[in-house]
């Protein structure tokens, strides 16, 4: 949606125990519930597609 009005989007998927990390495609470890979740539902709970959160940074570009 941001993309069209001149916005570059970079998203940052990553799980609640990183911090600033994310920013260096760290996605951290999630807890032992979730990674159980992501098995049964035929996920695979290291990929990315695969963290609890999303991070979106917008830079407007002139």
């Known amino acids: 949606?941001?993309?069209p009005?001149?916005?570059?989007?970079n998203?940052?998927?990553?799980?609640h125990d990183v911090g600033a990390e994310?920013?260096?495609g760290n996605i951290g470890k999630s807890e032992f519930k979730?990674?159980?979740g992501n098995i049964l539902s035929g996920?695979?709970?290291?990929a990315k597609?695969?963290?609890l959160s999303l991070m979106?940074?917008?830079?407007?570009y002139e």
């Open 1 to 3: 949606m941001l993309e």
């Open 5 to 9: 009005h001149g916005f570059k989007v």
């Open 34 to 36: 979730y990674k159980l």
């Open 43 to 46: 996920r695979n709970p290291a």
């Open 22 to 24: 994310v920013l260096n």
């Open 11 to 15: 998203v940052f998927p990553h799980n």
């Open 49 to 51: 597609e695969s963290a």
């Open 56 to 60: 979106c940074v917008a830079e407007k």
